[in-house]
Structure formats: structure tokens, C-alpha cells
């Protein structure tokens, strides 16, 4: 069973950066993909960002791409997203995300999730 803990949310002003950190357990983790997804009061959950096994696909979703870093380090069991240029709409929970598949879409639903950390953005 995968475990995943997510780090690093905080408040912070408009135009500020942000680093979240995930670490893993439970699997061998440099064979998962994972994910970054948010979700906003009231809203519904929405990807972020994703990293293959190998590090060699990533992907974004447009509202990020240039401000947000998804990285890993498979030595720490860890991945990373940096968050930079921070907009009062980025406020939400973030969570971690894993799945063991390698297949498909980094955009499919994944199998394991952390419990979130709050990243707040104020104006």
C-alpha cells in the first residue's frame, strides 16, 4: 500500500512561490507515476501537474504551465512542485497522487492519494 504525505502549504502573498513536497512509502517509487491535483472550496478537483516513472513525460495544465515545476527525486522517494507567481485563484488543498500502472495518460485517475496540504494565496 502506497503512503503518501504532502508538505510545504502555507499562506503567502500574490507574486510569491511556494515549494510542496511528497514523500512516498510503501512501493518501490521510481516506479509510479504521480500527479499533483487541487481542488478549491466548492469546486471540484482539478489537475495540476504529472511526472512519469522515468521523469521523461510531464505535463501541466494550462492555467500553471510557466509558474508551477513538477519534479522528482527517486533516491529521496520524493516528488516536488514548485510553485512560483502565485495567484490569489491558486488557493486550494493540493494533493499527491500515485499509481503503479505506467500507462495511459498522465491525466488518468490514479490510485493513491495523500491527504492534502493547504496552499493559500491572499490579494
Known amino acids: 500500500q502506497v503512503q503518501l504525505i504532502e508538505s510545504g502549504g502555507g499562506l503567502v502573498q500574490a507574486g510569491g512561490s511556494l515549494r510542496l513536497s511528497c514523500a512516498a512509502s510503501g512501493f518501490t517509487f521510481g516506479n509510479l507515476d504521480m500527479s499533483w491535483v487541487r481542488q478549491a472550496p466548492e469546486k471540484e478537483r482539478e489537475f495540476v501537474a504529472a511526472i512519469s516513472w522515468s521523469g521523461d513525460r510531464i505535463i501541466y495544465v494550462d492555467s500553471v504551465k510557466g509558474r508551477f515545476t513538477i519534479s522528482r527525486d527517486n533516491a529521496k522517494n520524493t516528488v516536488y512542485l514548485q510553485m512560483n507567481s502565485l495567484k490569489p485563484e491558486d488557493t486550494a488543498v493540493y494533493y499527491c497522487?500515485?499509481?503503479?500502472?505506467?500507462?495511459?495518460?498522465?491525466?488518468?485517475?490514479?490510485?493513491?492519494w495523500g491527504q492534502g496540504t493547504q496552499v493559500t494565496v491572499s490579494s
Open positions: 497522487a500515485a499509481d503503479p500502472s505506467r500507462t495511459g495518460s498522465l491525466r488518468r485517475p490514479y490510485s493513491f
